[in-house]
């Protein structure tokens, strides 16, 4: 679900002024999350959650909250009544579904564990990364980062819009196979001291 789980939010300020977006250098817009990102240590937040899949004519919206610790636990849960829950630990997927809450659980490849991932953002970013093609641009203040990965891959395209502080503002991932999620954060709450106890499915 994490991997099914951007591209671009206008924001209108005070009412009277369009915002307009602005083409910036890649570089210039993964520096600016690697340096809003570097004073959260944890994060929380309710979510809405508009699926579309390729084979359906219709979207699935969904609500439910997420949880992010350093350096890699995450877990998301989806209200009924699409009632489910999922655990991401780097690379261990575990999930819970339906009326009987059984467990499926996945190991991602290590190239898609979140400490992979995340450790490019430990360093000041001075060249864009090998293996992605990355459009940014900002808009009053939020940016938004378009990265789509080169060679194989899952995932066809993933945008992300955040503020400068690093709160993320959505989320977008399409695959290659056409399926496509964006989730929309809200009353997001940093550094609120998450604990083990916050990423446990039981």
Request: proline share 4%; aromatic share 6%.
């Amino acid at each position: 679900m994490l991997r099914r789980m951007i591209v671009m939010i206008l924001l209108v300020s005070g009412g009277a002024v369009s915002a307009q977006a602005r083409s910036i250098p890649a570089v210039e817009g993964l520096e600016a999350l690697r340096k809003g990102f570097a004073g959260i240590s944890d994060f929380s937040a309710e979510i809405t959650q508009e699926k579309r899949l390729k084979l359906m004519k219709r979207s699935l919206v969904m609500t439910g909250t997420v949880r992010f610790r350093k350096p890699d636990q995450f877990i998301m849960e989806i209200n009924p009544p699409y009632a489910s829950r999922m655990t991401l630990r780097d690379t261990v997927m575990e999930q819970t579904s339906g009326r009987d809450g059984e467990k499926n659980r996945i190991v991602l490849p290590p190239e898609q564990g979140l400490k992979q991932w995340f450790s490019k953002l430990t360093s000041p970013v001075t060249a864009q990364p090998e293996g992605v093609a990355i459009q940014a641009d900002l808009t009053n203040g939020i940016y938004t980062l378009g990265i789509t990965p080169q060679g194989k891959s899952q995932i066809k395209e993933l945008a992300i819009t955040f503020q400068e502080d690093g709160t993320i503002r959505r989320l977008i991932i399409t695959e290659q196979n056409g399926d496509r999620a964006a989730m929309t954060f809200k009353k997001v709450r940093r550094n609120t001291g998450l604990t083990e106890k916050d990423f446990r499915l039981d």
